[in-house]
C-alpha cells in the first residue's frame, strides 16, 4: 500500500505559516504596550518628582515656580497623550487577539481533517494487511490440504 499523503498538506502549512505570523504580530504590540506603560510610569514618576521637590522648598521664586508649572504641565500633556496611544494600541491588540484566534481555529481545522484522513489511511492499512495475511493463509492451508490428500 502506497505511504500517507495528505493533500491539503500546504494548506495545513499555510495556517501554521499564517498562525506564527499573527502570534509575532501580537508579541510585537505586547511589547509596545509594555514599552507605552513604563513611558507612563516614568512620566508619572518625574511629575511626582517635581511636586516633592517642589513642596520641599520652602520659599520658591517665581520664576522657579512658574518652571515647575510648566515642566510639570508638560509632563501632564505627555500623560494624557501615552493615555491615548495607549488606548488605541488596547483597540489594537484586541483586533490582533481576533486575528490569531481566527488563524488558530483554521489551523486546527485543517489538522483535525488530517487527524481524519490519518485514520482513514491506518484503517485501510490495516484492512490491507489483514487481507494479505488471510490470503497468506488460506494459500497455506490450500497447500496442506493439497499435500494431505496427496499423501493421504
Known amino acids: 500500500m502506497k505511504r500517507f499523503s495528505f493533500r ?6 499555510l495556517c501554521r505559516y499564517r498562525e506564527e505570523q499573527e502570534k509575532q504580530a501580537l508579541m510585537e504590540l ?14 508619572r514618576a518625574e511629575i511626582d518628582r517635581l511636586f516633592t521637590d517642589m513642596s520641599g522648598k520652602r520659599e520658591l521664586p517665581a520664576y522657579e515656580a512658574g518652571w515647575y508649572r510648566a515642566r510639570i504641565s508638560r509632563l501632564e500633556l505627555g500623560v494624557q497623550e501615552t493615555l491615548g496611544r495607549l488606548d488605541r494600541l488596547e483597540e489594537a491588540v484586541a483586533q ?5 484566534i481566527e488563524a488558530r481555529k483554521e489551523k486546527k ?6 487527524e481524519r484522513r490519518w485514520i482513514s489511511y491506518q484503517s485501510a492499512r490495516d484492512v490491507a494487511e489483514q487481507r494479505e495475511m488471510d490470503d497468506l493463509f488460506s494459500q497455506k492451508y490450500a497447500q496442506e490440504l493439497s499435500r494431505r490428500r496427496r499423501d493421504g
Open 30 to 43: 505586547l511589547a509596545q504596550r509594555r514599552r507605552l506603560e513604563e513611558q507612563l510610569t516614568a512620566l
Open 109 to 114: 481545522v485543517a489538522e483535525r481533517l488530517r
Open 8 to 13: 491539503l498538506e500546504p494548506y495545513l502549512k
Open 96 to 100: 490582533q487577539r481576533r486575528r490569531l
